[in-house]
């Protein structure tokens, strides 16, 4: 159930980060035309631009992080046995979730003490900003807890226990050396 509700989640997050790109794309876009144009230009579209890069860098951090697409090193967990891979998963895991903890009580704060704050143009409060921050620590919190369940329940498989993703790319490269070492090891 909690699986079902995260991936929901995060589609209307990916959804949410197209939407974001494409508001950002055609205000600025918009209004470099309507200012070398026509002499003239849309007031809001800088500060809604912002705004909504802020909330698209956030939710692409919640997408990133149920793909497993976060930057990490993975030497050192591929090296060791299935053991030491669940015990640096659980320490990772909860590491991270102290981590949301200290995000999600600074952004809440951030959120409480902007609600009567408003911005310049439009006048929108600005705790519509950090509240995004809160959003993002309660999202990826609740990935870690489901990751945690499923190492504690013995259902984490051996990928998932390596938190970073390969890209295709190197995938293909590690391949070829391993081909290579495993051939040049059968001549010596």
């Not at 209004?31 to 070398?36: A, D, K, S, T």
């Not at 793909?67 to 090193?73: A, D, F, K, Q, Y």
């Not at 895991?93 to 609600?115: E, P, R, V």
Request: charged share 15%; net charge negative; with cysteine.
């Amino acid at each position: 159930m909690l699986k079902t509700f995260i991936d929901r989640t995060v589609r209307v997050f990916e959804f949410g980060v197209v939407l974001a790109l494409a508001g950002m794309v055609i205000m600025v876009f918009g209004n470099v035309v309507l200012r070398y144009g026509f002499d003239s230009g849309i007031t809001a579209s800088e500060e809604v631009s912002r705004y909504l890069f802020v909330w698209l860098t956030f939710m692409g951090a919640v997408v990133a992080m149920r793909r497993h697409e976060h930057l990490g090193v993975d030497t050192l967990v591929k090296l060791l046995p299935r053991g030491g891979r669940l015990a640096l998963a659980v320490i990772s895991d909860l590491a991270m979730l102290y981590c949301c903890g200290l995000f999600f009580w600074g952004s809440l704060k951030l959120t409480q003490i902007n609600l009567t704050a408003y911005a310049a143009v439009t006048k929108l409060p600005l705790a519509v900003v950090y509240s995004v921050g809160v959003v993002t620590s309660v999202m990826i919190a609740l990935m870690l807890l489901e990751s945690l369940y499923r190492v504690f329940t013995g259902q984490a498989s051996d990928e998932e226990l390596v938190m970073v993703q390969e890209n295709e790319a190197q995938a293909q490269v590690d391949a070829q050396i391993r081909a290579e070492q495993g051939g040049g090891e059968g001549r010596a």
